[in-house]
C-alpha cells in the first residue's frame, strides 16, 4: 500500500506499480497457457521473472513519460484544483481499463502464435479493417468488454478504497524547479532506454523459446518491432568481406557477380498453362500424406498419389507475403520485412517477368483485398494483373468473412479468369491465393461434417474440398489437359516452438498435379519454396537467364538445403544441421538430434567452417543485391 506523500510524481509511482503488477498477472497466464512447452526450472523461472520485470519497467518508464511531462508543466493552481482531480480519476480508471484489455489481447496472440507481440502485431495495427472484422468474427466481443470492464472497475476501486496518494498528490505544492529535477529524471530514463539497451538480447534467458517470449514485456515487444521493421544487415549480422562472398556465391551457383546465369535446356519448350494455389496457413502436420491421421485432407491425400508430392520442402517464413517473397522471387528471407512490403519492391527480378516473356498473361487473384500486405502493389509492378475481392461482383460471391471470399468463390472466379486468357490464346499463369483456413474458420455451410466456425480442423477439411471441387470443375475446360497445377502452402498455421527456428514449423506440403505431364513421385530431398519456379521452369523445358537463388529440385546435382526464418533471425538448414544467425552479429548452430511432424530437438554445436560460410554467404549476398539493386528485371 502507498502512503499519502504531498509530491505529485507518486501518481506516477502508483501508475507504474499497476502496470509492473498487471504485467506481471499477463506473464504468469501466459506461463499457464504454455505449462508443457516452458521450461519450469527453479533457475529458469528466475531468470524468466526476474528479466521480465525488468522490461517491464522499461514498458512502464515509456508509458508513463509522457504523463511525468505533464505533472512537470501543470502549475499548482491548475493541478490541485478540485475538478481536476476527477478528471485524473477518470484518466486512471481508463488506464486500468487499457492495461487489463492489453492481457486479454496478449493471451489471444499468444494463443494464436506463441509468441509476444511482434510484426504481426505491427500489421494487425496497419491493417484495422481486416483485422477489426476478424476478431468480431471470432471472439465474443462484448462478452470480453464487459469481463475487462468488471474487472477493471474492481481493481480501480481496490486502489480509490486502499490509498490515500490521489488526495495527497493534489494537495501538493511543489515549485516548478522541483518538479522539473524529479520530472527529467523520471523522462530520463526511456531515453537511457532507447539508447543503451540493445533492444531485447536479455529476454534470450534460455534455450527454451517460450521462456523467451515469457521473459519479454507485451508493449515493449510491439514497440520493438515498430522501431525494427527493417533491418539493415551488415549492421546487425556476421558478415564476410564481400570479395570472399562473392567467390562462395560463384562456386555455389556457377553464376557472375551479379548472380547471373543462363540456365540452357536442349529441346522444344513447353508452353503449358499454370495454376498455382498458395494455401493459407496449410500445415504438413494436417495433411494425412505427411502422417496425419485426423482425416482433414483425404482430397489432397488422394491428390498425391498421381502427382509429384514434394514431401520434404520447408517454408521460408512465418507469414503469407514471406511465402510469396520466396515464390515469385526465388531468395531467401531477408531480415525485417519482406520484400512485398517494402517501398522499393518494384521491377524485382521475378518469375512473373519470365512468363511475360515467354508470352504468358499472368494474374494473381486473392480473395480478400490486394492492398493487405501490399500484395497488389507489388505484383503489379512485377509482371501480374492483379485480380482480387474488388474485382468480383456479389453474384460471384457465395460466402466470405474478415479476410476474404471463399476458396470456392475465389476458385469459380479463377476458372473465369483462366476461359478469358485461353479465348484470347494465351497461355497463362494463375496464381491463386486463398483465405478460408484462417481465423474466423467460416466457410460455406453444408459442404463438410464440420460446422463452419468450428476452429483449424474444418477450415483445412473445407479448403481440401474446394481444391477438390476446382479441380473436378477445371477438368471439364478445353484448357485443362494443358495445364499444371501446383498446391502449395504460404507458411504453417502456427510458428511457436520452443527453439527459436523449430524447423518442423516451416515443413509444407508442395503437389504438381498434371495429368498426361507430370509423371507420380515423391521426392524426399530437403528443399525450399524459393526452388519451386526453377524446378516448374525445367519441367517445362525452358531456357532463361536466373538470378534466382533457387534451383531445380529434380535435378541430379540439386544441393540440398532449405531457408527458414523470422524477421530477425535467419537459418540454414542442410544435413541435419540448422546454422542461426541473429542480430548482434550472432552466429550459432545446431545438430538435429531427432525430428517429428509436432516436435524438434536440438544440439548445439560448435560452427562448422562451411556451414558458417555457406549461410553467411546466402543471407548477405541476398541483402546486398537487394540494397543494391542488382537483383532488379533489367531485359
Not at 72 to 84: A, E
Not at 211 to 221: F, Q, V
Not at 250 to 272: A, F, M, N, V
Not at 376 to 394: E, I, K, L, P, Y
Request: net charge positive.
Amino acid at each position: 500500500m502507498l502512503k499519502p506523500t504531498k509530491n505529485r510524481f507518486s501518481l506516477v509511482i502508483l501508475l507504474m506499480l499497476i502496470f509492473i503488477g498487471l504485467a506481471l498477472i499477463s506473464r504468469i497466464i501466459l506461463m499457464i497457457t504454455s505449462f508443457h512447452q516452458v521450461d519450469l526450472g527453479i533457475l529458469p523461472l528466475i531468470k524468466v521473472f526476474s528479466v521480465g520485470v525488468f522490461y517491464d519497467f522499461i514498458a512502464a518508464s515509456y508509458y508513463l513519460a509522457p504523463l511525468a511531462l505533464y505533472i512537470i508543466l501543470m502549475p499548482d493552481k491548475l493541478f490541485n484544483n478540485r475538478f481536476h482531480k476527477y478528471i485524473f480519476w477518470f484518466f486512471l480508471f481508463v488506464q486500468i481499463n487499457l492495461l487489463v484489455f492489453n492481457i486479454f489481447t496478449e493471451w489471444f496472440f499468444w494463443k494464436e502464435f506463441g509468441r509476444r507481440f511482434d510484426f504481426i502485431a505491427v500489421d494487425y495495427l496497419v491493417y484495422t479493417h481486416e483485422v477489426m472484422q476478424n476478431i468480431l468474427e471470432s471472439y465474443p466481443i462484448p462478452l470480453l468488454l464487459s469481463l475487462v470492464f468488471m474487472i477493471s472497475s474492481s481493481l480501480f476501486y481496490f486502489i480509490y478504497k486502499k490509498t490515500a496518494v490521489l488526495d495527497s498528490a493534489f494537495n501538493s505544492s511543489q515549485g516548478f524547479l522541483q518538479r522539473l529535477k524529479i520530472g527529467v529524471c523520471i523522462i530520463s530514463l526511456p531515453i537511457l532506454f532507447f539508447n543503451v539497451l540493445n533492444e531485447q538480447s536479455m529476454a534470450n534467458v534460455s534455450a527454451n523459446q517460450f521462456n523467451n517470449e515469457l521473459s519479454k514485456d507485451g508493449l515493449y515487444s510491439l514497440f520493438s518491432a515498430f522501431r525494427n521493421n527493417t533491418l539493415d544487415y551488415d549492421a546487425h549480422y556476421r558478415t564476410e568481406n564481400i570479395g570472399t562472398i562473392m567467390s562462395n556465391l560463384k562456386t555455389i551457383y556457377k553464376c557472375d557477380d551479379t548472380h547471373s546465369r543462363y540456365i540452357k535446356k536442349p529441346g522444344k519448350e513447353l508452353k503449358y498453362n499454370v495454376m498455382l494455389i498458395m494455401v493459407e496457413s496449410l500445415s504438413a502436420e494436417y495433411v494425412g500424406a505427411f502422417g496425419d491421421t485426423r482425416g482433414w485432407t483425404p482430397n489432397l491425400d488422394n491428390l498425391v498419389k498421381h502427382s509429384l508430392f514434394f514431401n520434404n520442402l520447408y517454408a521460408t517464413g512465418t507469414r503469407t507475403d514471406r511465402g510469396m517473397e520466396a515464390v515469385v522471387l526465388s531468395v531467401p528471407p531477408t531480415p525485417g520485412r519482406s520484400i512485398i512490403k517494402r517501398p522499393d519492391c518494384h521491377n524485382m527480378f521475378s518469375s512473373g517477368f519470365i512468363f511475360k516473356e515467354k508470352g504468358y498473361e499472368n494474374k494473381f487473384m486473392y480473395a480478400g483485398y490486394g492492398y493487405f500486405d501490399n500484395m497488389n502493389d507489388f505484383f503489379s509492378h512485377n509482371g501480374f494483373m492483379t485480380v482480387d475481392r474488388a474485382n468480383m461482383d456479389r453474384s460471384e460471391i457465395i460466402f466470405s468473412n474478415a479476410w476474404g471470399v471463399s476458396d470456392e468463390d475465389l476458385f469459380n472466379k479463377a476458372l473465369k479468369e483462366s476461359d478469358k486468357s485461353y479465348q484470347n490464346n494465351k497461355p497463362f499463369f494463375n496464381y491463386i491465393m486463398t483465405a478460408s483456413n484462417h481465423r474466423p474458420y467460416t466457410y460455406p455451410d453444408g459442404r463438410i461434417d464440420i460446422p463452419s466456425h468450428t476452429g483449424r480442423s474444418g477450415s483445412v477439411k473445407y479448403t481440401d474440398y474446394a481444391i477438390n471441387k476446382f479441380l473436378n470443375d477445371a477438368a471439364s475446360k478445353p484448357w485443362f489437359k494443358n495445364t499444371i497445377f501446383i498446391i502449395l502452402a504460404d507458411h504453417n498455421g502456427g510458428s511457436a516452438g520452443k527453439t527459436s527456428l523449430p524447423a518442423w514449423r516451416y515443413k509444407i506440403p508442395v503437389i504438381i498435379y498434371g495429368p498426361g505431364i507430370i509423371r507420380p513421385q515423391i521426392v524426399s530431398k530437403l528443399s525450399s519454396q524459393i526452388d519451386l519456379m526453377p524446378t516448374l521452369f525445367s519441367l517445362m523445358n525452358w531456357s532463361y537467364e536466373s538470378k534466382f537463388y533457387g534451383e531445380d529440385i529434380l535435378d541430379a546435382n540439386f544441393n540440398e538445403r532449405a531457408f527458414i526464418g523470422t524477421y530477425e533471425k535467419l537459418g540454414l538448414l542442410r544435413n541435419n544441421r540448422l546454422v542461426i544467425l541473429e542480430p548482434g552479429k550472432k552466429l550459432q548452430e545446431y545438430k538435429i538430434v531427432s525430428q517429428g511432424l509436432q516436435d524438434i530437438k536440438y544440439k548445439e554445436i560448435d560452427p562448422i567452417k562451411k556451414d558458417k560460410l555457406d549461410a553467411i554467404t546466402y543471407y548477405q549476398s541476398a541483402s546486398y543485391f537487394y540494397r543494391s539493386g542488382i537483383n532488379r528485371w533489367n531485359n
